[in-house]
């Protein structure tokens, strides 16, 4: 005992020393190097804090980033609109007319804005849970979301999928199953890469997700065949109700890749998003194989509907993050210092996003409930399936 | 009718015991000739008439005009695994978004489907993959979702399951949850099964009954060369994801003339191998020539087993049908047939219960209960794992089937 005594102190003191800069999550710390231009589409330049990423095996993205008056303003627009829309998906299922699963993305919306801001068209994105911001940022709409979540022939997947199962044409979908889109990914990476493409794939994670072995499948084919694949992990410091620390022996999750280098970023600064996923596009279109892109970032919620969220971490620890580290708060304070836009200007924003989603709603609610003929369509491609299919009750068959 | 009451193991022994006196006396063979066996089947199309008249054969071949005609085209003497390697080719040949990936199938894979194929088609093409089945499944599927023609191989169908999630969960799902607006119809997943002889615990299973509950998913089974390059080339190009299963011991023992043209075999249907009226046996793969052997020793028992087979069974027909594709099954044909001769009989390698067999004996007594003279039986694997050394007491054999032919037609 004697020893062990004598031994913390010392072990107590040597974790006070950290061996590498830590990473800095603040959403607020970028600073202004010119003068602000009059017109609103002309770059100006800014600098990131000088912690907004770390890099393992390649060197970080440039802390000086140039931007433009109207794409602040539309970030800011966006993210708006995407927390609208998150917190009436909260509403509705609270009135229970969501049932179900709802995984929503509140505290996340930099990295899906960011993600979206410096992607083209012809890239694709592939995700898991939090898929709603993704769908309606890559072509889809906040009705088919929200009709979706409601189970309405409005939504996206006519209401055949719900929360996690929502696509567009550049979006392969959220993905109920942990871990199961990233090999997906690596296939859609391939594809892209066979037919000369010169796109990237986005295939999206959590720190969750990062433990499951097919997780590395993807990682090992992907470095194997040079595959233009980002693999992007949201780290949200919570796998439902685990923390990192309990479910990683290494949360450094950009170091995950083996011999695939990585990137960590600042996931709550959306200008330190959008210049990482910049730097991670032009890496795989540029024929460098698959970059991992970890963000660090924070959920406000619970995991799901039925986790409050507070029973793992506690109810200061949610709120400090939402007073100091919000991404929303955070560019509207970048827009107002930097004069881009006042505050009336921002309300205006405000009230415009909450106009629209509460438009969508409505619209939502009123779509009539998915037809009963859909519950046999899209099983198997028309003309090719079973001559019948059992119903939901016994003397209930389908035939096609 | 008097039930003949005996036991399977007896006749084993007896046939055994036959086997054994045939093998230290020198005679002549039997004047009726050997039991078929799959080098003498008669199911398998050996000569080019017949191959070019394979029923429900639908020649894919550019200008070929009238889909009936045979004259001019040639065919080849194949066994199963070139027919499957002559289907592939035939696929990379005519689609250039068609890739061919999995383990070691650049250098022709452990049973030399794709032999030359990387070598023919460029190692851009068929390519080998990581020991890493989930990443081949979900790597195939993301290239289907793409529009690509994915063939990927599972190298043992006992190495599937860890796969599993993403071929139930991911390709059967894709074009239902997305609403139809992907899907991943460009899949195709080759891999061997059913038991080789020797294959022990994981390399002599048949998993097709495990996916028998997800819809979106198409289970192939091919019983010949023939049928393993048609049913291949119309799996390869049906717009849903399809899981082909090459029973591993007919790679080499099967053999017919195959066809060299591009053609299809349809999808979702069985084939009635032979005509009857008394007996439906249904069954895929390997157990069909089982199954032939079996309907051979009813009609002229050999000395050992005559006791065991009454006189008035020995002319009875039996219907001999091949499901070939097991999800979604040909209802209708079996059910026809099961209407007509009242009697069930089915054979599969998978253990009995929850296997394919199961499902079809549910279905059938739902449907034709009425009609049924005896309980539907099912001849099929134990309910064990496949241990090596107990592997030929636990796949059906002719002498089974027999048994519970005979049993199930003196009901």
Redesign the interface.
Same mark, same amino acid.
């Given at each position: 005992m004697a020893s062990l005594a004598r031994l913390r102190p010392r072990l107590a003191a040597r974790r006070l020393i950290p061996s590498v800069r830590a990473l800095q999550t603040s959403a607020d710390s970028t600073q202004l190097h010119q003068d602000l231009p009059d017109d609103g589409s002309k770059p100006f330049t800014v600098k990131l804090h000088e912690d907004s990423f770390r890099a393992y095996h390649t060197d970080t993205p440039e802390l000086e980033v140039e931007v433009t008056k109207d794409g602040l303003l539309k970030m800011y627009s966006q993210m708006t609109t995407m927390r609208r829309m998150e917190q009436a998906a909260d509403a509705l299922y609270k009135s229970k007319l969501i049932r179900g699963f709802c995984h929503l993305a509140i505290g996340q919306e930099a990295v899906a804005v960011g993600l979206e801001s410096e992607i083209t068209k012809d890239d694709?994105v592939?995700t898991a849970y939090r898929c709603h911001p993704f769908a309606v940022l890559r072509g889809g709409t906040i009705t088919g979301v929200l009709g979706e979540l409601l189970g309405r022939q409005v $939504?996206?997947?006519?209401?055949?999928?719900g929360s996690m199962?929502i &696509?567009?044409?550049r979006f392969?979908?959220g993905?109920? #199953?942990v871990g199961?889109q990233?090999?997906? $990914?690596?296939? #859609? +990476? &391939?594809?892209?890469k066979? /037919?000369e493409k010169p796109a990237a794939t986005f295939a999206m994670y959590g720190d969750g997700a990062s433990n499951q072995?097919?997780v590395f499948? +993807?990682f090992?084919?992907a470095k194997?065949?040079n595959l233009p694949c980002v693999f992007v992990c949201e780290n949200n410091k919570y796998g439902m109700g685990t923390s990192a620390e309990r479910s990683s022996a290494n949360t450094e999750y950009f170091t995950r890749g083996d011999k695939i280098p990585g990137i960590q970023a600042n996931g709550m600064d959306i200008i330190a998003t959008a210049q990482a996923v910049k730097y991670a596009r032009e890496w795989a279109i540029s024929g460098k194989g698959p970059l991992l892109l970890e963000f660090v970032t924070y959920r406000y919620g619970g995991h799901s509907m039925s986790d409050p969220g507070t029973t793992y971490r506690t109810r200061e620890e949610v709120q400090r993050m939402r007073s100091t580290q919000d991404p929303i708060r955070g560019l509207q304070r970048y827009i107002e210092e930097w004069g881009v836009a006042t505050e009336e200007d921002l309300k205006k924003l405000d009230k415009e996003a909450k106009a629209t989603v509460d438009a969508a709603v409505e619209e939502a609610k009123a779509s009539p409930e998915p037809f009963i003929k859909d519950l046999w369509?899209?099983? *198997? *491609?028309p003309g090719?399936?079973?001559? *019948?299919?059992r119903g939901r009750e016994r003397d209930e068959i389908h035939h096609y | 009718m008097l039930t003949p009451h005996f036991h399977p193991a007896r006749i084993a022994r007896r046939l055994a015991e036959l086997q054994r006196c045939q093998s230290t006396a020198v005679e002549p063979p039997p004047a009726g000739g050997h039991l078929p066996s799959i080098a003498t089947s008669k199911v398998l199309r050996t000569t080019r008439d017949s191959s070019l008249r394979t029923p429900g054969i639908q020649w894919k071949d550019e200008g070929s005009g009238a889909p009936t005609i045979v004259g001019g085209r040639e065919t080849r003497k194949m066994n199963v695994y070139q027919a499957v390697r002559d289907a592939m080719s035939i696929a990379l040949l005519k689609d250039d978004?068609a890739?061919v990936f999995g383990e070691d199938v650049a250098f022709g894979g452990v049973f030399r489907c794709t032999m030359g194929l990387a070598e023919e088609f460029g190692r851009?093409r068929v390519?080998n993959?990581?020991l890493?089945e989930?990443?081949i +499944? $979900?790597?195939?599927? $993301? /290239?289907?979702?793409?529009?690509?023609t994915?063939i990927a191989e599972i190298q043992f169908s006992d190495y599937i399951f860890p796969a599993f999630?993403?071929l139930v969960?991911?390709a059967a799902k894709y @074009?239902? @949850?997305?609403?139809?607006?992907?899907?991943v119809?460009g899949l195709t997943i080759r891999t061997p099964t059913m038991s080789v002889g020797h294959g022990g615990l994981y390399h002599s299973q048949s998993p097709e009954g495990f996916f028998m509950g997800a +819809?979106?998913l198409?289970i192939v089974i091919p019983r010949s060369p023939i049928q393993a390059k048609g049913l291949l080339l119309a799996s390869i190009r049906?717009?849903?994801p399809v899981i082909f299963m090459e029973p591993k011991i007919l790679y080499r023992s099967a053999i017919e003339q195959v066809p060299i043209d591009d053609y299809e075999i349809p999808?979702?249907r069985a084939e009635t191998l032979v005509p009857g009226s008394d007996l439906t046996l249904v069954t895929w793969g390997t157990p069909v020539y089982h199954c032939e052997t079996a309907l051979s020793m009813l009609a002229e028992p050999p000395a050992a087993l005559a006791p065991h087979v009454p006189a008035a069974l020995r002319s009875a027909k039996v219907e001999l049908i091949d499901l070939r594709t097991i999800l979604?099954?040909d209802?209708?044909t079996v059910l026809e047939s099961v209407q007509r001769t009242g009697r069930l009989v089915i054979v599969h390698e998978a253990s009995k219960t929850g296997g394919v067999g199961a499902e079809i004996a549910a279905e059938v007594q739902s449907k034709a209960f009425l009609k049924l003279n005896a309980p539907v039986r099912r001849v099929t694997g134990w309910d064990a794992p496949v241990g090596l050394v107990y592997e030929k007491f636990l796949i059906p054999d002719a002498i089974r089937i027999l048994d519970a032919t005979v049993e199930t037609l003196s009901y």
């Amino acid at each position: 005992m004697a020893s062990l005594a004598r031994l913390r102190p010392r072990l107590a003191a040597r974790r006070l020393i950290p061996s590498v800069r830590a990473l800095q999550t603040s959403a607020d710390s970028t600073q202004l190097h010119q003068d602000l231009p009059d017109d609103g589409s002309k770059p100006f330049t800014v600098k990131l804090h000088e912690d907004s990423f770390r890099a393992y095996h390649t060197d970080t993205p440039e802390l000086e980033v140039e931007v433009t008056k109207d794409g602040l303003l539309k970030m800011y627009s966006q993210m708006t609109t995407m927390r609208r829309m998150e917190q009436a998906a909260d509403a509705l299922y609270k009135s229970k007319l969501i049932r179900g699963f709802c995984h929503l993305a509140i505290g996340q919306e930099a990295v899906a804005v960011g993600l979206e801001s410096e992607i083209t068209k012809d890239d694709k994105v592939i995700t898991a849970y939090r898929c709603h911001p993704f769908a309606v940022l890559r072509g889809g709409t906040i009705t088919g979301v929200l009709g979706e979540l409601l189970g309405r022939q409005v $939504g996206m997947s006519n209401g055949k999928g719900g929360s996690m199962h929502i &696509f567009t044409e550049r979006f392969f979908g959220g993905n109920g #199953i942990v871990g199961a889109q990233v090999p997906v $990914g690596a296939g #859609i +990476a &391939f594809a892209q890469k066979y /037919l000369e493409k010169p796109a990237a794939t986005f295939a999206m994670y959590g720190d969750g997700a990062s433990n499951q072995g097919q997780v590395f499948e +993807a990682f090992n084919m992907a470095k194997l065949w040079n595959l233009p694949c980002v693999f992007v992990c949201e780290n949200n410091k919570y796998g439902m109700g685990t923390s990192a620390e309990r479910s990683s022996a290494n949360t450094e999750y950009f170091t995950r890749g083996d011999k695939i280098p990585g990137i960590q970023a600042n996931g709550m600064d959306i200008i330190a998003t959008a210049q990482a996923v910049k730097y991670a596009r032009e890496w795989a279109i540029s024929g460098k194989g698959p970059l991992l892109l970890e963000f660090v970032t924070y959920r406000y919620g619970g995991h799901s509907m039925s986790d409050p969220g507070t029973t793992y971490r506690t109810r200061e620890e949610v709120q400090r993050m939402r007073s100091t580290q919000d991404p929303i708060r955070g560019l509207q304070r970048y827009i107002e210092e930097w004069g881009v836009a006042t505050e009336e200007d921002l309300k205006k924003l405000d009230k415009e996003a909450k106009a629209t989603v509460d438009a969508a709603v409505e619209e939502a609610k009123a779509s009539p409930e998915p037809f009963i003929k859909d519950l046999w369509s899209d099983i *198997y *491609y028309p003309g090719t399936e079973p001559p *019948y299919m059992r119903g939901r009750e016994r003397d209930e068959i389908h035939h096609y | 009718m008097l039930t003949p009451h005996f036991h399977p193991a007896r006749i084993a022994r007896r046939l055994a015991e036959l086997q054994r006196c045939q093998s230290t006396a020198v005679e002549p063979p039997p004047a009726g000739g050997h039991l078929p066996s799959i080098a003498t089947s008669k199911v398998l199309r050996t000569t080019r008439d017949s191959s070019l008249r394979t029923p429900g054969i639908q020649w894919k071949d550019e200008g070929s005009g009238a889909p009936t005609i045979v004259g001019g085209r040639e065919t080849r003497k194949m066994n199963v695994y070139q027919a499957v390697r002559d289907a592939m080719s035939i696929a990379l040949l005519k689609d250039d978004n068609a890739v061919v990936f999995g383990e070691d199938v650049a250098f022709g894979g452990v049973f030399r489907c794709t032999m030359g194929l990387a070598e023919e088609f460029g190692r851009e093409r068929v390519f080998n993959t990581p020991l890493s089945e989930q990443g081949i +499944a $979900g790597f195939g599927i $993301g /290239l289907a979702a793409m529009g690509q023609t994915a063939i990927a191989e599972i190298q043992f169908s006992d190495y599937i399951f860890p796969a599993f999630d993403q071929l139930v969960n991911e390709a059967a799902k894709y @074009r239902y @949850r997305s609403g139809g607006q992907f899907n991943v119809g460009g899949l195709t997943i080759r891999t061997p099964t059913m038991s080789v002889g020797h294959g022990g615990l994981y390399h002599s299973q048949s998993p097709e009954g495990f996916f028998m509950g997800a +819809a979106g998913l198409k289970i192939v089974i091919p019983r010949s060369p023939i049928q393993a390059k048609g049913l291949l080339l119309a799996s390869i190009r049906d717009p849903n994801p399809v899981i082909f299963m090459e029973p591993k011991i007919l790679y080499r023992s099967a053999i017919e003339q195959v066809p060299i043209d591009d053609y299809e075999i349809p999808l979702g249907r069985a084939e009635t191998l032979v005509p009857g009226s008394d007996l439906t046996l249904v069954t895929w793969g390997t157990p069909v020539y089982h199954c032939e052997t079996a309907l051979s020793m009813l009609a002229e028992p050999p000395a050992a087993l005559a006791p065991h087979v009454p006189a008035a069974l020995r002319s009875a027909k039996v219907e001999l049908i091949d499901l070939r594709t097991i999800l979604p099954w040909d209802v209708e044909t079996v059910l026809e047939s099961v209407q007509r001769t009242g009697r069930l009989v089915i054979v599969h390698e998978a253990s009995k219960t929850g296997g394919v067999g199961a499902e079809i004996a549910a279905e059938v007594q739902s449907k034709a209960f009425l009609k049924l003279n005896a309980p539907v039986r099912r001849v099929t694997g134990w309910d064990a794992p496949v241990g090596l050394v107990y592997e030929k007491f636990l796949i059906p054999d002719a002498i089974r089937i027999l048994d519970a032919t005979v049993e199930t037609l003196s009901y």
